[in-house]
Nanobody
Framework: QVHLMESGGGSVQAGGSLRLSCKAS?????MAWFRQAPGKQREGVAA????????WLGDSAKGRFTISHDNAKNTLYLQMNRLNVEDTAMYYC????????????????WGQGTQVTVSS
């Protein structure tokens, strides 16, 4: 397991952008972003293999969000553009060893979350 620290959340108007960051305490093969809105189940947003091997975006993220990883900094990023009110949620960073990379069960390390609030 690794320790994860998210940052970059905040409040923004619809159409705006935010960049989330997740600093890991060590190497982990796969990292991902999940989010959970009030009253809803947690859903996968994006995932990335940290040493290459590709990325994955959920349907809600395609065309608007970009996931990237800086190996030197052990940091995962989520660039979110054209935000809308439906993106309002607590965003969680997760780290794991592989498997089904958009399934929560594949991750054994979780951050505390960072809140994203989008207003109309």
């Amino acid at each position: 397991q690794v320790h994860l620290m998210e940052s970059g959340g905040g409040s923004v108007q619809a159409g705006g952008s935010l960049r989330l960051s997740c600093k890991a305490s060590g190497y982990t093969p796969v990292m991902a972003w999940f989010r959970q809105a009030p009253g809803k189940q947690r859903e996968g947003v994006a995932a990335a293999y940290t040493r290459g091997g590709g990325t994955w975006l959920g349907d809600s993220a395609k065309g608007r969000f970009t996931i990237s990883h800086d190996n030197a900094k052990n940091t995962l990023y989520l660039q979110m553009n054209r935000l809308n009110v439906e993106d309002t949620a607590m965003y969680y960073c997760a780290a794991g060893s592989g498997g089904s990379i958009m399934s929560e069960v594949s991750y054994n390390s979780w951050g505390q979350g960072t809140q994203v609030t989008v207003s109309s």
